[in-house]
């Protein structure tokens, strides 16, 4: 399997668990999941549970085969726009969503076994909140007719995810936790992911040329930027003739373009903004959109972040990839406790 077609199912897959779908999968290393899925896990059966109508059982909990389909489905909705599978990935995508379904099954026995509860108020939260993200009741049953859910499945899915968050949190919180230490360590030994490249702020006034103008309308845009450019020349705010002549949205930022790197802005302003010194103010610089002027801001050379910028990003990476660990070494350890029979071929 390519590496790319094994980073493809594994961004599925955390969409499925985020949606609760398949919660509870865990990352593991393309080539380790293949050799596993590989051999039928404890309890494993042939043909028997396929003619009753389900892939597997967990504690002798059926996942029917109807449940392993619609899960099926939502992975193929969710890569429409990539290449078909071949049948060795297609192997693979099925071994690997029966896997996420049985480690569901597994957290959701595990939560009602402890004890972890969830009300209704907690569900209508979060469907009140998507209706929000959403914009209204319509889109919400476009959304689940699409992802082939009624809205009491879809209920149903937020409360066991729920649950299953809960479960996880409860077990396994505090351990997810990382120091500073860890977090300096991190940023040492990995100083090229933190390498920022030189970057110019800058603001400019634009007068629009289209791509289709007649020579007479260049000439009129020429002469307006022209006179902008002696206005400038005489003291004026920059900021303020932008807001007053510019055709770009910028204008009611008085031109500022914010931070930028090599290969953000198309070639002649670019090469205008990073060959300027602070303060100064361009000659007319001609690109595809029309007629400039820059003001270069601010200046900021190459190096490395400093460390309490990234600091927060960082440690939510740890965290989320000690989460990750965590959670993938708590399904082993419910899986090496379980009945688990599989029948899928």
């Known amino acids: 399997m390519s590496r790319k077609f094994a980073t493809s199912v ?5 969409v499925f668990l985020l949606s609760g779908v398949a919660c509870g999968a865990s990352a593991k290393d393309p080539a380790t999941a293949k050799e596993k899925s590989a051999d039928k896990p404890k309890g494993a059966s042939g043909d028997k549970g396929a003619a009753q109508g389900k892939v597997a059982a967990v504690n002798g909990v059926a996942i029917s085969q109807a449940e392993f389909n619609k899960a099926l489905s939502r992975f193929q909705l969710q890569r429409n726009s990539q290449e078909p599978p071949s049948a060795e990935e297609m192997k693979e995508i099925k071994s690997r969503i029966l896997q996420s379904l049985i480690d569901r099954e597994l957290l959701l026995q595990e939560s009602k076994r402890v004890g972890v509860k969830v009300d209704d108020a907690e569900v209508e939260a979060q469907v009140d909140s998507l209706k929000k993200r959403l914009g209204d009741d319509a889109k919400l049953g476009q959304m689940l007719e699409k992802w ?15 649950l299953m968050r809960k479960l996880l949190e409860q077990q396994l919180g505090a351990k997810s936790d990382v120091t500073e230490g860890e977090v300096k360590a991190f940023y040492n030994e990995h100083p090229d992911v ?8 800058a603001s400019h006034i634009l007068v629009k040329v289209e791509a289709n103008a007649k020579e007479e309308d260049k000439t009129k845009a020429m002469e307006k930027i022209k006179a902008v450019q002696q206005r400038v020349k005489k003291g004026e705010d920059f900021a303020a003739l932008a ?3 510019s055709d770009c949205p910028s204008k009611e930022q008085g031109g500022d373009l914010n931070f930028f790197s090599k290969g953000m802005m198309v070639a002649p302003f670019e090469n205008a903004a990073f060959s300027m010194d602070v303060g100064a ?10 007629y400039h002027l820059i003001k270069v801001t601010e200046k900021k050379p190459a190096g490395i972040r400093p460390f309490e910028q990234v600091k927060a990003p960082v440690e939510q990476h740890l965290k989320a990839q000690k989460a990750g660990q965590l ?17 899928l071929n």
């Open 10 to 14: 594994a961004m599925v897959l955390a």
């Open 148 to 162: 082939q859910f009624t809205e009491a499945q879809y209920r149903e899915t937020i409360k066991n995810e729920l």
């Open 194 to 201: 933190f390498r920022a490249p030189e970057q110019v702020r």
């Open 281 to 290: 103010v361009s000659d007319i610089v001609e690109t595809q959109f029309g």
């Open 243 to 245: 807001k007053e002549v």
């Open 327 to 343: 959670r993938a070494q708590y399904i082993e350890e419910l899986k090496a406790k379980a009945k688990i029979e599989t029948f």
